[in-house]
Nanobody, 115 residues
C-alpha cells in the first residue's frame, strides 16, 4: 500500500502562486506515473497534470503555461507549481500514483483562489 500526503494548499489571491507537494511512501516511487487531479465544488474530478517515470509531462488545456508538474525521486515527492491562479482553479487537489497493478490517491489539499 502506498501512502500519499499532499501539502501546500491554502487561500491565495487571483494572480498569485502556490506550490503543492505530495510525499509518497515506499521504495518504488521512481517507477510510478504520478499525477495531480482536482475537483471543484459541483464538478467532476479532472486530471490537471501527470509525469511519467521518465519525467514526460502531460497537462490539461485549462492550466497549460500556468502550472508545472515535476518530481524529485530522491525525496519521493511530486510537485505542482501553480502560477497566475484564477478563481476557477479553486478545488481540492489530489495526488495520485499509478503502479503496475494499482492506483493510489491522497486525501487532497484545498486550494482557494479569491480576493
Amino acid at each position: 500500500q502506498v501512502q500519499l500526503v499532499e501539502s501546500g494548499g491554502g487561500l491565495v489571491q487571483p494572480g498569485g502562486s502556490l506550490r503543492l507537494s505530495c510525499l509518497a511512501s515506499g521504495n518504488r516511487f521512481k517507477f510510478y506515473l504520478m499525477g495531480w487531479y482536482r475537483q471543484a465544488p459541483g464538478k467532476e474530478r479532472e486530471l490537471v497534470a501527470s509525469v511519467t517515470s521518465g519525467s514526460s509531462t502531460n497537462y490539461a488545456d485549462s492550466i497549460k503555461g500556468r502550472f508545472t508538474i515535476s518530481r524529485e525521486n530522491a525525496k519521493n515527492t511530486v510537485y505542482l507549481q501553480m502560477t497566475t491562479l484564477k478563481p476557477e482553479d479553486t478545488a481540492v487537489y489530489y495526488c495520485t500514483a499509478r503502479d503496475i497493478s494499482a492506483d493510489y490517491w491522497g486525501k487532497g489539499t484545498l486550494v482557494a483562489v479569491s480576493s
